[in-house]
């Protein structure tokens, strides 16, 4: 049973990297900025409303976070004037 399943396993080609030495990789094929074939037309952008809304979901949800971090450096600086003035 087990040599039956060992035989439909097909062993998988290694990969073989060679470093050639150069430390830029060829970009050369590769498609740049915003161009596109006329059969695939570009996103449209959202509107400036959406893109408002967008923006305070962000700041609310980063609001808190943000004001816990400025406290944890608030008490470092304390703590560290403190130790240091003494």
């Known amino acids: 049973m087990s040599e039956n399943k060992n035989e439909k ?14 430390t830029i990789a060829d970009m050369s094929s590769v498609g740049g900025g915003k161009k596109r074939s006329n059969n695939t037309p570009l996103r449209p952008r959202a509107s400036a409303k959406e ?3 967008t923006y305070w979901s962000a700041v609310k949800m980063m609001f808190l976070p943000m004001l816990v971090v400025i406290g944890i450096l608030c008490v ?8 240091f003035s003494l």
């Open 76 to 83: 470092t600086f304390l703590v560290a004037y403190l130790a």
């Open 9 to 22: 396993k097909e062993k998988k080609e290694k990969v073989k990297y060679i470093d050639d030495g150069r």
């Open 51 to 53: 893109q408002w809304q």
